[in-house]
């Protein structure tokens, strides 16, 4: 009996002759702690995906990014990495509210390696993690129910260019979001934002920021 697959997945394995395969990687491969050296791994990357799902049952994948390290192995079974301010939505954050079933892919393009991370979350607003990040809105504690690596044959190599300017530092002010200067944005901004698009170079079109963000540019 496997923990894994269901009878969907072994019809397909049986289709191309890869149960075999599937039980040893079962077996072998997919663990429910994480290792030195994929916390290392974790730990090195400035850059994941989180899966979630609504309250209709559909899944959704978002890109989480920090500052290398930001996702943090507290121990074996238990994965750390906050919430930045976003487009309001709380979507993630709203889906784990009401399932906290996640999946996280982390990939490194340059090796290349990935690795799948299944579980259950929590977010807070008051972990003690709060205080190693810098603005952010909550930290969510992902309690490891299995990880396993990926094979990276179809995974293109890239390199860093630089990066993001808008993740938060303690010793500097976060610039404002390019779409918080867009012109009819601005009655729906949060109060916490009211106000501030003159500061931050006045106020854009929906055209003019679509423009930057096509262009490349740092301001979108």
Not at 77 to 105: C, E, H, Q
């Amino acid at each position: 009996m496997s923990n894994v697959y269901g009878a969907q997945h072994r019809e397909l394995q049986d289709q191309f002759d890869t149960r075999r395969l599937a039980d040893l990687i079962e077996g072998g491969f997919i663990v429910k702690e994480v290792d030195d050296n994929n916390k290392a791994f974790i730990e090195s990357l400035d850059m994941f995906f989180l899966s979630s799902i609504d309250q209709h049952g559909q899944p959704t994948v978002s890109y989480k990014g920090g500052d290398p390290g930001f996702v943090k192995v507290v121990d074996a079974r238990t994965i750390a990495f906050p919430f930045y301010d976003g487009n309001g939505m709380f979507y993630s954050w709203g889906n784990i509210a009401g399932n906290p079933k996640v999946g996280m892919l982390f990939i490194d393009f340059v090796k290349p390696f990935r690795l799948r991370v299944q579980g259950t979350a929590r977010v807070d607003m008051n972990d003690e993690l709060m205080l190693e990040y810098p603005e952010a809105q909550g930290v969510a504690r992902v309690t490891v129910e299995g990880v396993w690596p990926n094979c990276p044959r179809y995974v293109h190599r890239y390199q860093k260019v630089k990066p993001s300017r808008y993740v938060p530092h303690a010793q500097c002010e976060t610039p404002l979001a390019g779409w918080k200067r867009i012109d009819i944005v601005q009655p729906s901004l949060a109060a916490k934002d009211q106000g501030k698009a003159a500061g931050a170079g006045g106020l854009l079109t929906v055209e003019q920021w679509f423009g930057k963000v096509a262009e490349g540019s740092e301001e979108a």
